[in-house]
């Protein structure tokens, strides 16, 4: 069996206010200049669509897909995700925090997409929550020190930040009994003017720490001290997604480790560099931390309020080498090839279609195509492969 020829591919850099200026310039090669580049969508999503070339002809990833999905998807990966790529590859640089969020699971999105098309609201609408029908599990690999929040914190700890924060006592009645839902609800629903109450003398206490350093980074304070700098009041209205950091679990991801966060979970990228790997969806409800909509009813209503541990996966070394980050979504699986002083790997035939990022260093494919930091190609389902070099190569594939 020869190798197979794999597709050029080139995405689409997002320019969210939120995102780094160096990073993702950097890493494609590219000059940097005023506008962020948040984040570099790999995939077939209709809001970043890649772009795929072969033996000098370039089209749209999609449009590949469309001629022959089978071929392209393979036929488990065709008829299960109604012929489309069901992932989306993203390298994201988080400059600034990123809003609260969760998102829904399958069946909640196809309903509350039908709902939406059924009540006419555009899909660009500012008040949109489902751009699509999908779900959308998320897998993270940290490229660098990495800080997020990650889901609400176990009783015990909420009730340790509320009592250690003495602007946030009065919200130890909605805890009485531990239960973190009527807490957050509360949290959600309080006049703007409760919020603002709670808020100010937080900011009067906790800005003149920030600026003079003396803030622990993997503590709530500093993350609620930077919100509160960051997403300064309009007119003294506060934003109250600062007190929602209270009630969830401060996560710190060393390079190389990374997170999966599954439907419902509320979650928050915070600072740093990663490669992120979701269901090929953009659904998302905000609780705070954003200029954006809110819809305080949709989100609650689609939050999972159990307490977690948060749970760093280091990847399950394979006996190839690859290093595989095992999560329970169907839709995709994450690993990374290390390549030291021109070693080999030989994938003899993919699951389904698959993504490749160069994130370091130099390799090349079948012994023909050089890809250098930044670059991508795409491989149909069935494809074999071979790499020799000295780099790192992370892979969006599908699940073994």
């Known amino acids: 069996m020869s190798f197979s020829t794999p597709y050029h591919l080139s995405g689409v850099i997002q320019p969210y206010a939120w995102g780094g200026h160096q990073f993702i310039p950097e890493l494609l090669d590219q000059t940097p200049n005023d506008q962020p580049c948040a984040e570099y969508w790999m995939g077939a999503h209709p809001r970043g669509m890649s772009k795929v070339s072969q033996a000098g002809l370039e089209e749209d990833l999609d449009q590949l897909i469309k001629r022959d999905p089978v071929l392209v998807l393979g036929e488990k990966t065709a ?57 959308k599990p998320e897998m993270m690999l940290a490229l660098s020190d990495f800080w997020l929040l990650h889901g609400f914190a176990q009783p015990e700890a909420i009730l340790q930040s509320l ?39 937080l900011a009067q206490r906790l800005l003149p720490q920030l600026e003079a350093k003396v803030l622990d980074k993997n503590g709530q304070d500093y993350w609620a001290a930077k919100a509160l700098r960051d997403f300064r009041p309009a007119e003294g209205r ?63 209503e689609h939050l999972s309020f159990a307490p977690i541990t948060p749970h760093v996966l280091s990847g399950d070394l394979q006996a190839d080498g690859a290093k595989v980050f095992k999560t329970p979504a169907p839709d995709f699986e994450l690993s990374v090839l290390e390549l030291i002083d021109q070693s080999i790997f030989t994938c003899e035939k993919t699951i389904g279609p698959e993504i490749h990022l160069v994130l370091e260093g130099e390799v090349v494919v079948n012994a023909e195509l050089e890809i250098r930091r930044g670059g991508a190609v795409f491989f149909p389902a069935g494809s074999r492969y071979q790499y020799r070099g000295n780099g790192v190569v992370c892979r969006a594939g599908m699940p073994g």
Not at 85 to 113: C, T, W, Y
Not at 175 to 197: C, G, K, N, W
């Open 79 to 135: 008829s299960t995700f109604a012929s489309q790529l069901p992932f989306l590859f993203k390298v994201l640089d988080v400059d600034k925090m990123l809003s609260i969020q969760a998102h829904p699971n399958k069946a909640e999105a196809e309903r509350g997409f039908a709902d939406e098309n059924a009540r006419e609201i555009p899909l660009n609408a500012h008040n949109r929550n489902f751009k699509d029908d999908n779900h």
């Open 238 to 300: 506060y934003d109250r997604g600062v007190i929602s950091i209270y009630l969830m679990n401060v996560v710190y991801i060393p390079v190389g480790q990374g997170i999966f966060q599954d439907a419902g979970v509320l979650h928050a990228y915070l600072e740093g560099v990663n490669v992120e790997l979701m269901a090929n969806s953009d659904n998302v409800f905000r609780g705070g931390l954003t200029d954006k909509f809110i819809d305080a009813p949709t989100l609650l």
């Open 163 to 201: 009592e250690n924060t003495p602007e946030l006592t009065g919200l130890l009645q909605y805890f009485a009994h531990q239960d973190i839902q009527p807490l957050y609800l509360e949290v959600m629903q309080m006049p703007q003017s409760e919020v603002d109450r709670l808020l100010e003398p």
